[in-house]
């Protein structure tokens, strides 16, 4: 009978050492324990995919050995279902992603997706990457006044989700009449329409249009995001030299890392760290300059700020949206 | 301009040490994931690209290029063995590949597929590399127009393959084209047909319906009829057997060159997709071959031809994303991806700053081929055994193999229950002789058909489908695909 006690007390002792273990907070000192799962919301390959795994091998330089951060494409609705996944995730700072901003917001405007952009734990901006509005060469067009004067511009792209909601707002702020050919299932088709002459423009972030400007394939009109000239393209102008300031702040591509909401703080704090150390890394940009793919690293308190600036900016152009997304 | 010093530099490397190490080892990799369905070729990339962050970019190229390079040859394996494409682009070499495993001669079938594929893969390189110019115009005259045509001519190959009669084709050609308007409206993005489930936005996923209406669909067909693949005593594949196929591709030289072309100029076209490169050359050997009744019932050019044609269009994707940056494929973009994180600029220096690289990429290409033939080749035979393996035993393999491959796509469970689905309608069509493939094909093209047919209208007038050459000539092929058998008969009828 004693020894029986004894092993039930025994017993009994020991589950309540696993509840402590289990119900006990962890703390940032034990964070991270186990690989880091980092969402895209596109197909391997493309730029969303290409920033992601550069910043997640920088970013194992600073994990504890033997963790990773692993890459998970997971494309679908333009970024929305990645975005799903992650925002309803364990809040542990275990599953993080790439959010393309604000282009998430708009959906959010007008349905229900399965996340609130609002609630996001923002942790860091990769690049906030300029917009490039383009006349294809095969068009008449040359300069915006050229847009604004004709009786219709067709303007490709692929639909009026994710960063191409850049689009519709520029013809609406220009007052160009555009006629919009949708549907393309990329960039590049989109590109490739317009280069054929099936359109005369598009809206597009300047990496992706950066090689058809070169070559001439594209003529730049209008740098929105940017702030100032890029060399690359000189005599294309800002939109606030040509007088639309507020393309510099509404149109602009950002790439945002960001995680569940409800991150405890000190882990938040781990993980705002340990992204700021990689963005900012040497190697990182000793890329970023090789590649020509640019980076504009921010922290992530001044991510939250600045996109909460620019969703208050994009809540004021509602009634513009609307007729494009329903 | 062309520099033989850095080309033959690049050669030497690539069959040296340890080039010739990572050649074998990629071509051995792309084989793997190209034959178990669900991992292609594009995610044998993504997995090893982490791997090559130590590498400098000619030795990581060379080896990713080589494992992609493999892969859409492996993909035939399944097509063959048991009734599934190792990847979307391989499913036209179901309608010849599996009937000729089912007469017990998949040796011939995976011999005929290997030296196709090699000789496909070399063709479209070559192809590709001698006529940019030609190609790039070409791909310029592609409009809404001809994409449309396109996607038209796809879907009349319903007319002409797969089980049972016409009317049941077409009853399932039209059932997978409604399937296709499920989701997200290509032009205006309202949803469409998705009951609230946001699983169902960007459609019904083809690949996992793919899996599940032929490889589960087989599956249960073949439990429930106690059988294996091959009954008959010949299916003790031989080298023999193997060494026919490969001399049955030889003897059909003029098919070859004529399917690696049409892979070629598919595959330069973004946005047509891989498939149609399959199914179309299937069709045109069909067209224009002798005996073309044998077809559909096992004939080895039914092999020769989308697999010739599979291999070449790879060759023809290289064209968009060398002259535009823009990729010709998702591989492609892929690739770009890998270059841009191994710090090379894919701008219009790439030929200048980079062009080590390419030519790597481009050896690569062709070194996989013939490593891939001489593998494939030696161990064809053993593969075969596959087909006389106890239902029991085999079954429940691939069973959990498609399963895992559907969700290893999009890591989403949701594929899985697609595919479990599409295996249950898959049974019940084989049962009652409907076209699973016509099924496929309405799902793969409905989508592009609708697109480039609003696109169009969008653009111009409906007369402009018969006022552009190039629509015009694919009209005319579609009207000659439809009335061709129908005059054939006639003629036959006439003879007796």
Redesign the interface.
Known sequence: MKKVFVVVLMGVLVFIGFCFGFLTPVSAQDFPKKNIRWFVGY????GF??YS??VA?TMEKYLPKGLHVIV??????AS??AA?MIYNAKPDGYTIGIWPMPGLYVPQMFFE??YDVKKVTWLGTVLVEPMVLAASSKSDFRTVKDLQGAKSV?LALT???GPEIAAPITMEKLGVKA?Y?????GS??A???A??G??DAVVFSYGSL???L??K?FVPLLLMGEGKRNPEIPDCPTATEAGYPELDDLVAAWRVIGGTPGIPEDQKKKLRELIWKSINDPEFL??SK????PVSPLDGIATERALAKILVQYDGLRDILEKY?K | MFDLKLFVSMLANMVGWPGILLLISGTIIGMIFGAIPGLSG?TA??VL??MT?GMDPGTAMLWLAATYGAATYGGAIPCILINTPGEPPNAATILDGYPMAQKGKAGMALGSAATASTLGGFIGLLVTLLMIPVLTRF??????QEFFMMALLGLCIIAIVGEGTLIKGLASGFFGIMLSFVG?D????VLRYTFGI?YL??GIPVVPALFGLLAIGEVMDLLVKERAVAEAQSARASRRQVWAGVRATFKNMPLVLRSSALGTFIGAI??VGGTVAGFLSYMQAKQTCKNSENFGKGDVRGVIAPEAANDAKEGGALL?TLA????GS?A???????L?????????DIFVANLDVVYMLILAALGCHMVAAVIGLSVADKMAILTRIRPTLITPVIFVVCLIGSFAL???MGDVFVTFLFGLLGYEMRKFGFSRIALILGLLLGTMAE?SF??AL??STIWRFFTRPISLVLFLAILAVLILPYVRAYRKRGDI
């Open positions: 197909s391997p390959g493309g995919d290409t795994r550069a091998r998970v494409n997971r494309p679908g609705s929305q279902q799903s997706p399965k067709r639909g009026f989700t006629q050919i949708t549907g393309h299932t590049g088709q590109m490739l329409a280069m054929r099936d359109a950066r090689k058809l070169l070559d394939s000793e890329w090789k590649s020509k793919r997304m | 594009t990339i993504v690209i982490p962050f791909l310029m005259a592609f409009s809404y997200y290509p032009i205006t993005s946001q936005w960007d973004p946005g968009p535009f940056g823009i990729p998702s492609m973009a892929v690739f770009l991806g890998a841009t994180l191994h710090g090379i600029d894919v701008g219009q999009r890591n989403n697109r609003r696109q969008m653009t």
